[in-house]
């Protein structure tokens, strides 16, 4: 089949699912269009790569200075979100009270443009990265959190995920690439194949979850159409998997899937203390287990390397490098510079471009301070997730799962502070204040003597 042809079909099914979906929200906010289109280019490439627009004459100036594409338009994005916002009254100090170890992270990030040797790089990263929780913040705000959430991933995996296929099978030259050692990999919408895993993880998780949650509503004939079209996603994105052979994706995929799959079932409500401590509990056993000289079998075990695909030689070279270990190099300043050729050299051809661990990463960009913010911010959101297990919340089975494989997927990759993981965990563990203009519609239908509700629940509820 010609590779236009096959593009006009996913063009046309693509709308079709837009207006057709039997998930369709129809009161859905078109403000959503803004996180929308801010997800799509984290799930998948810059505006400049889409366009294969570049603006710098070498790798290190395009590292340092950006794209000034990307940069108008994420900063067009920012503006919007921030402009929604406003509209909605945001009430910014009870966001940040609500909220501290998330902005106590935020903060640190950006007073390590004091300390960064790029500080004008380093300023540039962070507000760019400051936008992409505004653009959560447009989801949250939205009169249901819940549907709002659904309506947002639904339509960015309509996107991605099909369109991954069309590329890897009719456009070889942007859905594959080439290895460092010659050998030809699958890519899709996104810029490798570990990211390629990452969204196709992403993605199985939320069809997952979606389906989950209406499952006990399956004798309905539009979820039993939702739970259909859900099924066929979650095949394409193992397809997508299978394809690129990401083992943590995978490794990963299937830990979230039990995890929401226990916290929906009644067993796992029966017993809701030992569904709090599961998650943790799985991440201590494999630390111990690595402690001990076993990582390299449990890699060998899911069909990977016992050095993790090269990873420990690049741990080793990272950890050498002389930085601050207190403070770090700044938010996102450790691969800009001479730093790169220096680590690059010590590899022999191993051109990386992160530490492929999401802890060294977070330490080398702002040293032990910046991985113990972290850590506070993650025991946070999870004291925030047991909270609601019981009685459980739809969000909450969704945090639990993306909570419980976020800590092991940043054991060979990176997603700590950013990236679509990061941002879907916000999306359903982070609270925010109750929109004003709703609260003080409300309020005047209230009986005298009746109180409302201080904030918009886990669950989109208010």
Request: glycine share 6%.
């Amino acid at each position: 089949m010609p590779p236009t042809l096959v593009l006009s079909v996913w063009l046309v099914s693509l709308l079709a699912l837009f207006c057709f979906d039997p998930a369709r929200e129809p009161k859905a906010s078109a403000a959503l269009w803004v996180p929308l289109i801010w997800l799509f280019f984290i799930a998948s490439r810059t505006p400049s790569m889409w366009l294969q627009f570049s603006y710098a004459s070498s790798l290190e100036q395009a590292l340092e200075e950006g794209n000034p594409l990307d940069r108008a338009i994420f900063s067009l994005l920012i503006l919007l979100a921030f402009v929604i916002l406003v509209s909605r009254s945001f009430q910014w100090r009870k966001f940040v009270s609500q909220n501290s170890a998330l902005v106590l992270f935020l903060g640190f990030a950006l007073l390590s443009v004091a300390w960064s040797d790029f500080p004008l790089a380093t300023f540039k990263k962070w507000f760019r990265d400051a936008g992409l929780y505004l653009a959560v913040l447009v989801i949250l705000t939205d009169r249901n959190r819940l549907e709002a959430v659904r309506t947002v991933l639904r339509r960015l995996y309509y996107l991605t995920v099909p369109l991954s296929i069309v590329l890897v099978n009719y456009y070889p030259n942007l859905g594959r690439t080439w290895s460092r050692w010659g050998s030809m990999e699958f890519a899709g919408v996104s810029t490798s194949k570990n990211m390629l895993g990452l969204l196709c993880l992403a993605s199985g998780i939320f069809f997952f979850w979606d389906a989950a949650t209406r499952w006990n509503q399956r004798r309905d004939k539009r979820v039993r159409r939702i739970i259909l079209v859900n099924t066929a996603f979650i095949g394409m994105a193992l397809y997508l998997l299978n394809l690129c052979g990401s083992k943590t994706s995978t490794v990963c995929l299937i830990l979230g899937c039990l995890m929401i799959a226990a916290a929906q079932s009644k067993l796992g409500q029966r017993h809701i203390g030992w569904l709090k401590v599961m998650a943790p509990s799985i991440f201590l056993i494999y630390w111990m287990l690595t402690f001990f000289g076993l990582g390299g079998q449990m890699s060998e075990a899911v069909g990977g390397t016992a050095d993790m695909s090269d990873r420990t030689r690049i741990w080793q070279v990272l950890l050498s490098v002389p930085i601050n270990p207190l403070v770090g190099c700044g938010y996102q300043s450790f691969w800009l510079g001479p730093r790169i050729q220096w680590v690059w050299e010590r590899l022999t051809g191993d051109n990386v471009f992160e530490a492929h661990n999401g802890y060294l990463q977070t330490y080398l960009d702002l040293g032990v301070i910046g991985v113990l913010l972290v850590c506070a911010f993650l025991i946070a959101t999870y004291r925030r997730i047991c909270k609601q297990l019981n009685p459980l919340t739809p969000l909450a089975s969704l945090s639990l799962g993306l909570w419980s494989l976020l800590l092991l997927y940043n054991v060979t990759e990176a997603a700590l502070g950013g990236g679509l993981l990061w941002l879907t965990l916000l999306m359903g563990s982070m609270p925010v204040p109750e929109r004003a203009k709703v609260r003080a519609r409300a309020s005047s239908k209230v009986p005298r003597g009746a109180t409302l509700v201080p904030e918009i629940a886990a669950d989109g509820s208010q």
